[in-house]
């Protein structure tokens, strides 16, 4: 069984396992990264499908809210912020701008540009990348560790002096993150909250005549409202139900309800009463006179014509309140993220394990959970950055013991 020793071992080669690399590296530590798939990053390039919203460029004090806990947020955005995850990318080269929702992306609306900068730049400061190494253990071997891989050509070990965990959640396992860790750490005594999907669309049971009219097309212009949370911005009907940004949104909310069920303003910028006004009082066509009036889309019609109602006021009282129910959240492999993961009092302020001295966690692991928007992203660099540096110190210390 091959064996080989480094300083800092990274396990995972995504995006928070490459930061936390590139932290260890700089700082001087002999690096590995070790990642099940052929390459690495490839999470990293599906992101990147969608022009790679790298973070958002809202003030810090809503940015933090966004991750449903905002002091730990407040200083994890603290050690590494968006202004420097912005700098971070333009450092290599790669200019960015502030889109019109105010998320951040890079010039070229493509992460692999930015991702070959970012392994060139790992492989000069001295990262040694194993790939399709699978990680199926780790023991303790005095003040160090020896994490155990399978490959191609058969088991092999790594000894490191720390350790960073960096394999993500459960999310779009084809890309590598397939949440095999999660009996690993289970193992050694560590706590896991159970993997959920988040930013995630969620079924609908739709009669087939409004998905001969609506599938396919988004509902534009409307509030969405989970519970006690609201948000704006619009849906995307689906053969199976909904997807779209401002479900997405919801996602925190959509969990914590026993009967997931959504509450959709379609006029926002009107009252009920000025939506009854354009009305005529009564008559059999009075979803074909909102539709002139209102302009309505050919889905926000159809929409309405799912609910029978007889008068004015109750079309544009469901108009400002369409119920919909949702009969559960779409499987966790389709989700863009994913919540839960490695419990927070696992953990200490440098994102160690307290059980496991030496042993750091990073990215989508940890059990947090964020919209789309900028926000994932930003809580993988900030996290690993945070982890990596924890790492640092921790060997610093050994070396001084």
């Known amino acids: 069984m ?16 490459l930061r936390a690399a590139e932290i260890a590296s700089s700082a001087g530590w002999r690096t590995v990264v070790a990642d099940r798939m052929p390459s690495v990053g ?14 958002h460029s809202e003030p810090i004090e809503r940015f933090v809210t966004r991750y449903g806990d905002d002091f730990r947020w407040r200083d994890l955005l603290a050690g590494f912020s968006p202004a420097e995850l912005r700098a971070w990318a333009e450092g290599m080269g790669i200019e960015t701008f ?15 540009p930015l991702l070959r900068r970012w392994v060139a730049r790992l492989k000069k400061q001295g990262v040694d990348f194993r790939l ?21 050509d058969g088991d092999s070990t790594l000894h490191a002096h720390a350790v960073v965990l960096a394999m993500g959640g459960g999310s779009w396992p084809q890309t590598g993150s397939n949440a095999a860790w999660i009996p690993i750490v289970r193992g050694s005594g560590i706590a896991v909250t159970p993997l959920a999907p988040a930013n995630c669309g969620y079924e609908v049971a739709w009669s087939p005549d409004f998905l001969a009219t609506a599938e396919g097309q988004p509902l534009k212009n409307i ?28 996602s925190r909310a959509l969990r914590a309800m ?27 066509n009075v979803v074909e006179a ?3 009036a209102w302009k309505l889309s050919p889905a926000t019609k159809a929409l309405l014509l799912t609910h029978f109602v007889s008068s004015a006021h109750e079309l544009a009282a469901l108009a400002k309140a369409f119920p919909v129910s949702l009969r559960g959240p779409r499987p966790l492999e389709e989700a863009i993220s994913s919540a839960g993961g490695v419990a927070w009092t696992e953990l ?13 966690c990073a990215g989508e692991m940890i059990d947090w959970d964020a919209p789309t928007g900028g926000y994932l992203l930003q809580g993988c660099f900030s996290t690993a950055t945070r982890a990596a540096r924890g790492a640092d110190d921790f060997l610093k210390a050994l070396h001084h013991a």
């Not at 490839?42 to 973070?55: D, I, Q």
């Not at 502030?98 to 692999?112: D, L, V």
């Not at 509030?223 to 911005?233: D, L, M, N, P």
């Not at 200490?348 to 750091?360: C, Q, V």
């Open 223 to 250: 509030q969405v409202r989970a519970g006690a949370e609201s948000v704006a911005g619009e849906l995307l009907v689906t053969r199976y139900g909904l997807e779209g940004g401002a479900l997405y949104q919801l």
């Open 2 to 17: 091959p064996t080989d020793t480094c300083d800092i071992l990274v396990i995972g080669g995504g995006p928070a396992g």
């Open 290 to 292: 909102a539709a002139r």
């Open 42 to 55: 490839r999470k990293f390039l599906v992101a990147g499908r969608g022009g790679l919203n790298l973070t």
């Open 348 to 360: 200490d302020e440098n994102l160690m394990l307290r059980r496991l001295p030496g042993i750091f």
């Open 98 to 112: 502030i889109g019109t929702s105010g998320r951040i992306f890079p010039n070229t609306k493509q992460a692999a």
């Open 258 to 284: 026993e009967n997931p069920c959504l509450t959709i303003d379609l006029k926002p910028a009107f009252t009920l009463e000025q939506l009854e006004a354009k009305l005529p009082p009564n008559g059999a």
């Open 132 to 152: 399709r190494h699978d990680w199926i253990g780790i023991e303790q071997a005095g003040v160090d560790w020896t994490a155990t891989f399978r490959t191609p």
